[in-house]
């Protein structure tokens, strides 16, 4: 079993920033994959920005040139940079790995979600 922890959300004015954190812990032989996915009140969950299993990345077109995906290996812990907060991007984050566990089973995980609120 993989367990994932994120932390970093909050309240931040327009044109602020937030760093996010997520950390897996657990049965892990390998992560193919890592990222972040948003939620806002009435929409679909969407990728933000992600890892491929390549190691490049992936990021939908509204946060290109904001964020930042990055990753500590060493930790199993992806990040996201988020600059130049738009009130747009209020929503519930969600970090998600493609890990293969210790019964060779390779499965997606979801973190618990961090609410971002960008406002004023």
């Known amino acids: 079993q993989v367990q994932l922890v994120e932390s970093g959300g909050g309240l931040v004015q327009p044109g602020g920033s937030l760093r996010l954190s997520c950390a897996a812990s657990g049965s892990i032989v390998n992560i193919y994959g890592m990222g972040w996915y948003r939620q806002a009140p009435g929409k679909q969950r969407e990728l933000v920005a992600a890892?491929?299993?390549?190691?490049?990345?992936n990021y939908a077109d509204s946060v290109k040139g904001r964020f930042t995906i990055s990753r500590d290996n060493a930790k199993n812990t992806v990040y996201l940079q988020m600059n130049s907060l738009k009130p747009e991007d209020t929503a519930v984050y969600y970090c998600?790995?493609?890990?293969?566990?210790?019964?060779?089973?390779?499965?997606?995980?979801w973190g618990q979600g961090t609410q971002v609120t960008v406002s004023s």
């Open positions: 998600k790995y493609t890990v293969r566990g210790s019964d060779y089973y390779t499965r997606h995980y």
């Open positions: 890892f491929t299993s390549g190691g490049s990345t």
